[in-house]
T-cell receptor
Framework: NAGVTQTPKFQVLKTGQSMTLQCAQDMNHNSMYWYRQDPGMGLRLIYYSASEGTTDKGEVPNGYNVSRLNKREFSLRLESAAPSQTSVYFC????????????????FGPGTRLTVL | AQSVAQPEDQVNVAEGNPLTVKCTYSVSGNPYLFWYVQYPNRGLQFLLKYITGDNLVKGSYGFEAEFNKSQTSFHLKKPSALVSDSALYFCAVGFYNTDKLIFGTGTRLQVFP
C-alpha cells in the first residue's frame, strides 16, 4: 500500500516550457487535491477533485490545469511555466464519502520540487 | 472570510520541556480543525483533528490539542518535547459543505537537546 505517489520528485524547467505532474493514490479515495507550498505562505490549494469526473478551482488556479484521469490519478499541468511557479507541489487525497465535507483526513504525497528558470 | 492563523513563525523549546504551538481561526459556523506535521523533504502527515465532542483531542506521537470555542483557538501541545519533534507544524480548518481545507502558514518547532 503505497498511499499517495507523485512523479517526478524534482524538475527544472525554462520559462515557457510545459510539463505535467503526476499523482496517484491506492486508497480508493474519492477526493484529490493539488497544493503548492511556498516559504511563509503555507499550503495553498490550486485545484481539487471531489469525485471522478469533476474538478474545481482552489485559491491559486491561474496558470494550471488539471485532469482527473480516473479515481486513482489526478494530474497537474503547467502549459507555459513561469518563474512565479517555482514551488514545491503536493498532491493529497481523502475519503469524503463517510460524512460531511471537511471532516476527513487528507493524505499527502512526498512532493515535487519544481524550479522554473 | 474563513481563515486560520499561526502567530509564531518559530517556537524553540528545550528537550523534556512542555511545548505549545498556537493556532487561532476565524470561520462562520462550526469548524473542523486539524494539525499536520512536515518533516524535512517530506509530505505532510496527519497528527490529530477535532470534529465534535470532547474539546481535548489526543493524536499521534504524544501530541494533543484543545479546542477552545470562546477563544477560537486550537493549540497543539505536548507535555515533554523530544529532539525528534523538530519539524514544521501546520494548523488547518475544514468546513461542513466542502472537502477543502485552509492551512495556516506553519510554525517551525525547534527542540534543543
Amino acid at each position: 500500500n503505497a498511499g499517495v505517489t507523485q512523479t517526478p520528485k524534482f524538475q527544472v524547467l525554462k520559462t515557457g516550457q510545459s510539463m505535467t505532474l503526476q499523482c496517484a493514490q491506492d486508497m480508493n479515495h474519492n477526493s484529490m487535491y493539488w497544493y503548492r507550498q511556498d516559504p511563509g505562505m503555507g499550503l495553498r490549494l490550486i485545484y481539487y477533485s471531489a469525485s471522478e469526473g469533476t474538478t474545481d478551482k482552489g485559491e491559486v488556479p491561474n496558470g494550471y490545469n488539471v485532469s482527473r484521469l480516473n479515481k486513482r490519478e489526478f494530474s497537474l499541468r503547467l502549459e507555459s511555466a513561469a518563474p512565479s511557479q517555482t514551488s514545491v507541489y503536493f498532491c493529497a487525497s481523502s475519503d469524503s464519502a463517510g460524512g460531511p465535507g471537511g471532516t476527513d483526513t487528507q493524505y499527502f504525497g512526498p512532493g515535487t520540487r519544481l524550479t522554473v528558470l | 472570510a474563513q481563515s486560520v492563523a499561526q502567530p509564531e513563525d518559530q517556537v524553540n523549546v528545550a528537550e523534556g520541556n512542555p511545548l505549545t504551538v498556537k493556532c487561532t481561526y476565524s470561520v462562520s459556523g462550526n469548524p473542523y480543525l486539524f494539525w499536520y506535521v512536515q518533516y524535512p523533504n517530506r509530505g505532510l502527515q496527519f497528527l490529530l483533528k477535532y470534529i465534535t465532542g470532547d474539546n481535548l483531542v489526543k493524536g499521534s506521537y504524544g501530541f494533543e490539542a484543545e479546542f477552545n470555542k470562546s477563544q477560537t483557538s486550537f493549540h497543539l501541545k505536548k507535555p515533554s518535547a523530544l529532539v525528534s519533534d523538530s519539524a514544521l507544524y501546520f494548523c488547518a480548518v475544514g468546513f461542513y459543505n466542502t472537502d477543502k481545507l485552509i492551512f495556516g502558514t506553519g510554525t517551525r518547532l525547534q527542540v534543543f537537546p
